[in-house]
């Protein structure tokens, strides 16, 4: 029960990270980026979009596992004690989202502008994922 309770209140902690104000201005930049990217790329949607491009959504699946690693290793508020296997398994995350975002910006030719602009979004919003679970993890909270 506990770590359902972590995982909601950490959940709804890093979707509420993308609205602070130092945050909501390159969000903002970045949703703007996407939608430009959209209206130049929409006859290339159409001729060049695959299957396999679908792959370009994958690390939003990523965002719940880094909301579950920071409540399954938090620390506690007592006695904090770092888990090195939950750092090690946000790292692990961030170099598994790099290196599909690097993939599929790779292979969706013609529609790379778009797929870049997809992927840093995602990444904005999963960097505020890891920023609470690292907090979570390290018991070092702001």
């Given at each position: ?130 920023f609470i679970a690292g907090m979570a993890i390290s018991g070092d909270w702001l």
């Amino acid at each position: 029960m506990r770590f359902l309770l972590q995982f909601r209140t950490y959940f709804l902690w890093s979707l509420e990270f993308s609205f602070f104000a130092e945050f909501r201005v390159p969000m903002l930049l970045l949703i703007a980026n996407l939608l430009i990217a959209l209206a130049f790329s929409r006859k290339g949607l159409r001729n060049c979009w695959k299957r396999s491009h679908w792959l370009v959504f994958t690390n939003l699946v990523l965002y719940p596992a880094v909301v579950a690693v920071g409540a399954i290793f938090s620390a506690e508020p007592h006695a904090p004690k770092v888990s090195r296997f939950g750092e090690w398994a946000l790292d692990a995350i961030l170099l598994l989202t790099v290196l599909m975002g690097s993939y599929c910006v790779y292979v969706m030719r013609g529609l790379r502008w778009l797929a870049l602009s997809i992927l840093l979004v995602e990444e904005c919003l999963l960097f505020g994922a890891m920023f609470i679970a690292g907090m979570a993890i390290s018991g070092d909270w702001l």
